[in-house]
Every structure is written in structure tokens, then in C-alpha cells.
């Protein structure tokens, strides 16, 4: 696993095929909202918040969650099969929620790389109070149990990349970049799961 180090005054290099699937992993207002707004094209960030937004006209409406994760996947598959980079904004946190994910990269023999968020607690609910929509403090917990589990679990899940930003700092140095990766780099890359999983 590549882990930017706090006190480390150098950027954290991300490196990001250019072409693959990419998954944004943290709780509720941790960043990663912002972080993909400036690091990568509006059209390739895919956003469950949006997909709500999209069907009920109202990002915070949890009822449709489920509608709002099938379009998210629908989006994300039919990207991936125009090969265009894809990048999902969602926590992420919970392990069969990023499989599904792998999963389907996987079979359109694409990449994986994850960018996890590991604030502060004091910071996370900080930034939570700002927001315009407001995590339940209940939720915020079992986000960061479960991010807990997920930073554990990422070095063996079968991503080309695993990158860890250690607080605002490292998201603020944080670099990324594109690159190249040869076909044969991709197929080699299987991971842990089948095609058939």
C-alpha cells in the first residue's frame, strides 16, 4: 500500500491509469467531494449524492438510495465500456459495496485504484456542521468504524493502487497523476476475485 506521510512537506503522487475505475473511500464530509471537483473533469465523477439528486431532485433524500446506487452502477458500467476514466464519490467505506465495484471493473478488464480519507474525528464532524447537509452523528461513527475496517482491507483487495490521505494536509499536496498502463499490466492484475464472483 502507498501512505502519504503526514509530516512529510512532499506531495502525495497519485497515480491514476488513465483509463480506470477509481473509487473515492471516507466518511460523510471528509473531502472527497472537493477533492474530486479539483482533481478531476466534472463528466468523470460519479456521485451517488448526484444520482439522488437526479431521481427525487433531492441529493439527502435516503429513501431513494437504492434507485440511486442502481444508476451509479449503470453509469459507472457504461463508462467503463467507453473506456473513459471513471471516479466514484461515495463512502465506500463498507467492504461488499466496493467489491461489487472491483467486480464489474474486473470483468471490462479494467483497473482499480482506491484514494481513502482518514480525517480527524474532531475535523470530520467540524467539516459535518458545515455542510448544508448534515450527517446524523450516529451514521458519522459507523462510517468511521467502518473506514477503520476498509483502510485494513484495501492493501488486499486487489487494486493497482491504494493511496491514504492522512488529514487536510496531505489532501490539500496531494498530486495526480495520469498514466499509461499496458494491456497486458491490466489482465495480469486479477486480484483476489474471480470473473465470475
Given at each position: 500500500m502507498e501512505k502519504s506521510a503526514t509530516r512529510n512537506p512532499q506531495p502525495a503522487i497519485i497515480k491514476v491509469p488513465a483509463f480506470s475505475l477509481v473509487l473515492l473511500v471516507g466518511p460523510?464530509?471528509?473531502g472527497k467531494s472537493t477533492f474530486a471537483r479539483r482533481h478531476f473533469r466534472p463528466t468523470e465523477v460519479v456521485s451517488s449524492d448526484h444520482c439522488r439528486a437526479l431521481i427525487c431532485d433531492d441529493e439527502a433524500d435516503q429513501s431513494v438510495t437504492g434507485d440511486a446506487f442502481a444508476l451509479l452502477h449503470a453509469l459507472v458500467r457504461w463508462r467503463l465500456r467507453w473506456g473513459r476514466l471513471t471516479v466514484v464519490d461515495a463512502t465506500n467505506v463498507q467492504g461488499p459495496a466496493r467489491r461489487s465495484l472491483r467486480v464489474l471493473a474486473r470483468r471490462l478488464g479494467v483497473p482499480a485504484v482506491a484514494i481513502a480519507f482518514n480525517i480527524p474525528v474532531r475535523l470530520a464532524?467540524?467539516?459535518?456542521?458545515?455542510r448544508p447537509r448534515q450527517v446524523p452523528r450516529a451514521v458519522m461513527?459507523?462510517?468511521?468504524a467502518d473506514l477503520r475496517q476498509a483502510?485494513?482491507?484495501l492493501p488486499r483487495e486487489g487494486y493497482q493502487g491504494v493511496y491514504v490521505l492522512n488529514g487536510p494536509a496531505d489532501i490539500d499536496r496531494a498530486l495526480v497523476t495520469r498514466i499509461v498502463v499496458p494491456a497486458s499490466a491490466?489482465?495480469?492484475n486479477s486480484?483476489?476475485?474471480?470473473?465470475?464472483d
Amino acid at each position: 500500500m502507498e501512505k502519504s506521510a503526514t509530516r512529510n512537506p512532499q506531495p502525495a503522487i497519485i497515480k491514476v491509469p488513465a483509463f480506470s475505475l477509481v473509487l473515492l473511500v471516507g466518511p460523510s464530509g471528509s473531502g472527497k467531494s472537493t477533492f474530486a471537483r479539483r482533481h478531476f473533469r466534472p463528466t468523470e465523477v460519479v456521485s451517488s449524492d448526484h444520482c439522488r439528486a437526479l431521481i427525487c431532485d433531492d441529493e439527502a433524500d435516503q429513501s431513494v438510495t437504492g434507485d440511486a446506487f442502481a444508476l451509479l452502477h449503470a453509469l459507472v458500467r457504461w463508462r467503463l465500456r467507453w473506456g473513459r476514466l471513471t471516479v466514484v464519490d461515495a463512502t465506500n467505506v463498507q467492504g461488499p459495496a466496493r467489491r461489487s465495484l472491483r467486480v464489474l471493473a474486473r470483468r471490462l478488464g479494467v483497473p482499480a485504484v482506491a484514494i481513502a480519507f482518514n480525517i480527524p474525528v474532531r475535523l470530520a464532524a467540524a467539516w459535518n456542521r458545515g455542510r448544508p447537509r448534515q450527517v446524523p452523528r450516529a451514521v458519522m461513527a459507523q462510517q468511521r468504524a467502518d473506514l477503520r475496517q476498509a483502510l485494513r482491507a484495501l492493501p488486499r483487495e486487489g487494486y493497482q493502487g491504494v493511496y491514504v490521505l492522512n488529514g487536510p494536509a496531505d489532501i490539500d499536496r496531494a498530486l495526480v497523476t495520469r498514466i499509461v498502463v499496458p494491456a497486458s499490466a491490466v489482465r495480469g492484475n486479477s486480484g483476489p476475485e474471480g470473473l465470475n464472483d
